[in-house]
């Protein structure tokens, strides 16, 4: 199934898994400061049916090696999709309510060999509407 447009019932699951899922649709991502409209579009489009269909309260979890403060823009919706959708913002590493009506937060995670220069980020966002 494509991942931007989940043929799924509304609020069929409590967990959504994403394990470099996202990662992948930010090949075509081509500036991370400035990403092209259609990984904006993409990723909106991802965000918004997973949020469509969690039950309230369940979670989306992803895993990825992109760095929060990048992350954080589309998992909180702060990137103007074409359809020019209202954003939320978030400043701080704080759970924030956003267009996706879930609270986000992450943690590091490493592993017991973690001489690499790369780190991996768990993702955690609830829903709360």
């Known amino acids: 199934m494509d991942m931007t447009i989940l043929s799924f019932q509304a609020e069929e699951f409590d967990v959504v898994i994403d394990k470099a899922a996202m990662d992948a649709i930010m090949t075509k991502e081509n500036d991370v400061w400035n ?3 259609e990984v904006v579009d993409s990723a909106w489009s991802m965000c918004s ?15 990825s090696f992109a760095q929060p403060h990048f992350r954080n823009k589309y998992l909180l919706g702060q990137h103007v999709p074409t359809q020019n959708i209202s ?24 592993g017991t060999n973690s001489s690499g220069c790369f780190q991996n980020f768990m993702y955690i966002m609830q829903k709360v509407l």
């Open 87 to 110: 954003a939320g913002k978030s400043t701080t590493n704080q759970p924030v309510i956003c267009a996706f009506h879930w609270d986000c937060r992450h943690e590091t995670v490493e």
């Open 49 to 63: 049916h997973i949020s469509r269909v969690l039950k309230r309260n369940g979670q989306h979890i992803q895993i």
């Open 35 to 37: 990403p092209s409209q």
